[in-house]
């Protein structure tokens, strides 16, 4: 029988923001049941016990973890957790970021503190776990993967989320440097920009008219067809691949229809959050 190239059986592979339910928790399940040992990381238990939890009872290998990986001392905790669980490290997937309602403003009144922040939580988050992970994979000498998780506004723009998309495509800066310099030790590095997704849909509710106008596709994406690309680039089916970023986006980076006449994003409807965003 041909061997399964999309099987992690042995492996360790750490996902980063793996209890916030959505992406990095689809990731997560997939992951597991593509045989690895997954180490799912979140800042809080609680999140852990409600997304994870479920998958450690269905008996999936999955180690929930407590940390930040912002910080050097979550780093740290994720690797002296990696450094006592049985199989070969392997793969990474950093999800951890976001661009909070808060955060959206023109770029002439994007404060340091907010432009800081989102630096720290999109880029930061990924880059100081994925220097762990490849070190410790060049110190094994063993082959890796690590996937990234940007955006199609790291790839394209953002009108009023200056500092979020800025901090998105410098994810994929990093990817692309970090890819040349592992090539040597057979670690792969990729990347994911994901466009607008069914869940969660706090800011973006469901609007079949407006999505048709905005995507071609005419639809927001399911988090599995973003977290099977990651799975794809985790595996060996990918094995000649590296520094590369996936657009998962229904088409939109094809067309840019998803902005409305004033650039504000046409799937944002609520009027107060749009007259916030552009600072009236």
């Known amino acids: 029988m041909a061997q399964n190239l999309l099987q992690l059986d042995g ?10 339910g959505g992406l990095g928790t689809t990731v997560t399940r997939m992951a597991a049941g593509a045989g690895a040992t997954v180490i799912g990381v ?6 852990l016990d409600r997304h994870l939890g479920p998958l450690v009872d269905e008996g999936l290998s999955v180690i929930p973890v407590v940390a930040d ?8 905790t994720v690797m002296e957790v990696e450094a006592q669980t049985a199989g070969d490290l392997y793969g990474l997937v950093t999800i951890v970021g976001g661009g909070p309602p808060a955060s959206w403003a023109p770029a002439t009144k994007v404060s340091r503190g907010a432009w800081d922040a989102a630096f720290s939580t999109n880029l930061e988050s990924m880059f100081f776990i994925s220097q762990a992970v490849a070190s410790r994979l060049q110190e094994q000498g063993r ?9 199609i506004t790291g790839v394209g723009n953002m ?8 901090a998105k ?3 994929l800066s990093v990817v692309r440097t970090m890819a040349l310099e592992l090539a040597s030790s057979n670690i792969r590095v ?5 466009g607008a997704m069914s869940s969660p849909a706090s800011l973006l509710p469901p609007n079949p008219e ?3 106008r905005a995507i071609p596709l005419a639809r927001k994406g399911d988090m599995g067809e973003v977290a099977g690309t990651v799975l794809f680039l985790l595996s060996d089916v990918a094995g000649y691949m590296t520094g590369q970023c996936l657009v998962v986006d229904g088409g939109v980076s094809l067309k840019w229809s998803h902005l409305a006449e004033d650039n504000t994003p046409l799937l944002v409807t609520d009027e107060n959050f749009l007259k916030a965003m552009k600072g009236e």
């Open 11 to 20: 492996r360790i592979v750490i996902v980063s923001g793996a209890g916030g």
């Open 210 to 212: 407006l999505e048709s």
């Open 190 to 194: 990729n990347a994911v920009a994901p």
């Open 69 to 76: 990986v912002e910080t050097a001392a979550g780093v740290a």
């Open 42 to 47: 979140s800042r809080t238990q609680d999140n």
């Open 169 to 171: 495509a410098a994810v």
């Open 159 to 166: 009108p009023y989320n200056v500092a979020y998309g800025a």
């Open 143 to 151: 082959a890796g993967s690590l996937v990234a998780i940007s955006s």
